[in-house]
């Protein structure tokens, strides 16, 4: 499985971006699609999950209500909406993929990151 993500950028505090995960790779259907992010001296941490097939969505409680994770399986792409987007969300994204879902960091792939700044 090969993920490759964009959308990452410079936003003000309170505004919006929207990260993408290109996913290429046999069976995706039997694979969970994650989120994670790392600040700088930080440990990653999860961000969100989702199923291939649309199910089992789970967030962080410190995006819960601000971020959407979702994806279409047509153009094989994950997204994650960033609304109310605050400088503590300011980290380096990326996209992950495992066939069980879980909110630790042992996913099987990676992609290589996106970074997403946002100015107070």
């Known amino acids: 499985v090969q993920l490759v993500e964009s959308g990452g950028g410079l936003v003000q505090s309170g505004g919006s971006l929207r990260l993408s995960c290109a996913v290429s790779?046999?069976?995706?259907?039997?694979?969970?699609m994650a989120w994670f992010r790392q600040a700088p001296g930080k440990e990653r941490e999860f961000v969100a999950h989702?199923?291939?097939?649309?199910?089992?969505?789970v967030y962080a409680d410190s995006v819960e209500a601000r971020f959407t994770i979702s994806r279409d399986t047509a153009l094989s792409t994950v997204y994650l909406q960033m609304n109310s987007l605050k400088p503590e969300d300011t980290a380096v994204y990326y996209c992950?993929?495992?066939?069980?879902?879980?909110?630790?960091?042992?996913?099987?792939?990676w992609g290589q990151g996106t970074q997403v700044t946002v100015s107070s």
């Open positions: 992950a993929a495992r066939i069980f879902a879980t909110t630790k960091s042992d996913y099987d792939y």
């Open positions: 989702i199923g291939w097939s649309g199910g089992g969505t």
């Open positions: 790779g046999p069976r995706l259907y039997e694979y969970f």
